[in-house]
């Protein structure tokens, strides 16, 4: 999942943040391809996760509205294999073995 994560003091008030850090900007820019009105995915550092609309972006900062963040993270496998498990319960973890090849 790619989100926007918000960090502690991005957080103007309850519903409203602000990304100042010029490596966020690039990501918003370059790899979401956002604009104002736009509904991305965001995140609480170490909480949950929520859908945010893009009301600003400029060269220094980006304006998100945040309604509710109410789902959270989804946990992710604890193995050596999550490449393949993606997150799922993995039946290494579960069966504690060791799988078989050929």
Same mark, same amino acid.
């Given at each position: 999942m790619n989100l926007i994560l918000l960090e502690p003091a991005d957080w103007i008030d309850a519903? $409203?943040?602000?990304?100042c850090d010029p490596r966020r900007l690039t990501h918003l820019r370059e790899v979401h391809r956002a604009a104002p009105g736009d509904s991305l995915t965001v995140g609480a550092l170490d909480g949950?996760? !929520?859908? !945010?609309?893009l009301l %600003?972006?400029?060269?220094?900062? %980006? @304006?998100? $509205?945040? &309604? %509710? @963040?109410? /789902?959270e993270p989804r946990r992710r496998c604890r193995c050596t294999c999550c490449w /393949?498990? /993606? !997150? +799922?319960?993995?039946?290494r973890a579960a069966?504690?073995?060791? &799988? +078989?090849?050929g």
């Open positions: 519903s $409203h943040a602000r990304v949950a996760i !929520g859908r !945010g609309e %600003a972006l400029s060269a220094s900062e %980006a @304006l998100f $509205h945040v &309604p %509710a @963040l109410d /789902r /393949r498990c /993606r !997150g +799922r319960v993995c039946w069966s504690n073995t060791s &799988p +078989r090849w």
